[in-house]
């Protein structure tokens, strides 16, 4: 049975766009083991290797390893994204909103 780990990775992995095998050569590891992080209740990875998962799933390794993050509420995508844009500057954050407030008026 997998995890709540498991799953997060998963559907960040799937959410990319990447095959198991694909995401193995970018984090240097092999195909079945992140197969077994995905579906087996395994301790999860090293330190070095989650920064690599969080880096080739373009995430941060808190969204990896966040048993909090309600998987029910917003697909883990959108969760990297707000995390993402609270990051960032008044300005920036107005540029976002102007660009999603004229993506909502041409509907």
Same mark, same amino acid.
């Given at each position: ?7 997060? *990775?998963? $559907? *960040? ?11 193995? +050569? ?9 197969? +077994?992080? +995905?579906? %087996? $209740? ?12 969080? %880096?080739? *799933? !373009? ?6 390893? $966040?048993?909090?993050? !309600? ?6 995508? $959108? ?21 999603? !407030? ?6």
């Amino acid at each position: 049975m997998g995890s709540p780990f498991g799953d997060r *990775l998963r $559907d *960040l992995r799937k959410g990319k766009g990447l095959s198991l095998e694909r995401l193995a +050569e970018l984090t240097g590891s092999s195909k079945s083991y992140l197969w +077994e992080l +995905e579906n %087996r $209740d395994v301790p999860r990875p090293s330190g070095e290797k989650l920064a690599a998962l969080a %880096r080739s *799933l !373009d995430t941060t390794v808190g969204i990896l390893v $966040d048993e909090k993050t !309600d998987p029910e509420a917003a697909p883990v995508q $959108d969760q990297v994204f707000f995390r993402k844009f609270r990051e960032l500057d008044k300005d920036s954050k107005e540029k976002i909103r102007q660009i999603v !407030d004229s993506w909502s008026k041409s509907t």
